[in-house]
Each structure stands twice: as structure tokens, then as C-alpha cells.
């Protein structure tokens, strides 16, 4: 199984709402991405855990907030977003830092209104 | 902050033809990587070049590194129309980072 799953694919939240994106690998992979992508844009780094600790935060407000319950899981919690959040959010997943291809999910489509 | 450059920013070919993309980068690297990307999906990942290795093929695509100028490039040949897609560079360093360049829409015309 080579698939990173993200649920849902779409997403529409007000500014006041509470929602969560998930990503779920089997692949044994101990390294976790979540990147944030504008339209015509490249991928832009928010979080990576390794070994289900966060180890890079990429200055992201707190509105955003990374959970990694176990090695297979990596959730994305929102709350309070803006407008210009909205973006195609991925997940990725990398078996370990030392020169190793990222797999990707197929990313979460989210609106915010 | 973005690592690598990609030019041209788009490229429109015919069937048939050779692609050639580029990508620089600023600081020293473990490893560049080329990743695809079909209109808003996720990314496929194409090819890894370690910063010790010179020139990788694989199937219709080459891939060169040339550390001492910081710069990568793709090679796509014999183009398809399915080969039309966002193609990206990624730096990969000393930690977890995996950091993408601007990217380059090829556009490859039946």
C-alpha cells in the first residue's frame, strides 16, 4: 500500500467554525508533512513530525494546529480561519529524512466563508 | 521561504518533443527531487538525485545536478499530451525539510 489518504477532499468552513483534515499512511513511514498550496503556486511548508514529534513549524499562526496521534495518523485542527486560508492543503509522507521521495495525498479542498 | 527557482515559469511544446526545465537553489542539499503535478491533485513524485551523483535517467526522463552552481535540471523526451502537468523541483537537506521551487506549467500540444 503506497497511498497517503486525506479525508474530506473538500471542505467549506465559516470563520467561526472548528474543523479538522486528517491523513492516514500504512506504509510505515516515520515522517509526516502537512503543506499548504495557493492556486498556481508552489507547495508551502507548515509542519513536518518525525517520529510523531513535531520537529518543524514553519511560523504557522495558531490558528492552525497539528496533532499526531500515532505513526499512521496526522491531523490538521482549524479554528478561526480567514478568507485567504482557504488553499489546497497536503499531506505527505517520507519513510525518513535521508534521501527518500515524499508521497502525497491528494489534498483537501478548503473554503472559508 | 521557497528554495529553488524552476524557468522557464511555462513552457508550451508539441507531441513529440523534448521538455527541458531548470531549477536553482540557495543552500547546500542532501538530495534534489522532481515532483508532478496534474491540475489541483496531489503530487507524484518523478525522480531523486542524491548530491553526490552527477546525471540519473529514468525512463524518458533525465535528470542532472551540478552542485557547484546549485542548479538542477528535467529532461522530458519523445513529449505525450498526458505529460501536460506542473512540474516542481524540492530541495531535500540535513533535516526533515523538503522545500519546493516556483514550478513550471508544460504544456504539451497534441
Known amino acids: 500500500d503506497t497511498e497517503v489518504t486525506q479525508t474530506p477532499k473538500h471542505l467549506v468552513m465559516g470563520m467561526t467554525n472548528k474543523k479538522s483534515l486528517k491523513c492516514e499512511q500504512h506504509?510505515?513511514?516515520?515522517?509526516m508533512y502537512w503543506y499548504k498550496q495557493k492556486a498556481k503556486k508552489p507547495p508551502e511548508l507548515m509542519f513536518v513530525?518525525?517520529?510523531?514529534?513535531?520537529?518543524i513549524n514553519e511560523s504557522v499562526p495558531s490558528r492552525f494546529s497539528p496533532e499526531c496521534p500515532n505513526s499512521s495518523l496526522l491531523n490538521l485542527h482549524l479554528h478561526a480561519l480567514q478568507p485567504e486560508d482557504s488553499a489546497l492543503y497536503l499531506c505527505?509522507?517520507?519513510?525518513?529524512?535521508?534521501?527518500?521521495?515524499?508521497?502525497f495525498g491528494q489534498g483537501t479542498r478548503l473554503t472559508v466563508v | 521561504s521557497q528554495q529553488g527557482e524552476e524557468d522557464p515559469q511555462a513552457l508550451s511544446i508539441q507531441e513529440g518533443e523534448n521538455a527541458t526545465m531548470n531549477c536553482s537553489y540557495k543552500?547546500?542539499?542532501?538530495?534534489l527531487q522532481w515532483y508532478r503535478q496534474n491540475s489541483g491533485r496531489g503530487l507524484v513524485h518523478l525522480i531523486l538525485?542524491?548530491?553526490?551523483?552527477r546525471e540519473k535517467h529514468s525512463g524518458r526522463l533525465r535528470v542532472t545536478l551540478d552542485t557547484s552552481k546549485k542548479s538542477s535540471s528535467l529532461l522530458i523526451t519523445a513529449s505525450r499530451a498526458a505529460d501536460t502537468a506542473s512540474y516542481f523541483c524540492?530541495?531535500?537537506?540535513?533535516?526533515?525539510?523538503?522545500?519546493f521551487g516556483k514550478g513550471t506549467l508544460l504544456t504539451v500540444n497534441p
Open positions: 505527505a509522507s517520507r519513510l525518513n529524512f535521508m534521501n527518500t521521495e515524499a508521497f
Open positions: 538525485i542524491r548530491s553526490n551523483e
Open positions: 506504509m510505515g513511514h516515520r515522517a
Open positions: 524540492a530541495t531535500g537537506g540535513s533535516n526533515y525539510k523538503l522545500t
Open positions: 513530525y518525525s517520529y510523531e514529534k513535531l520537529s
Open positions: 543552500t547546500s542539499i542532501n538530495n
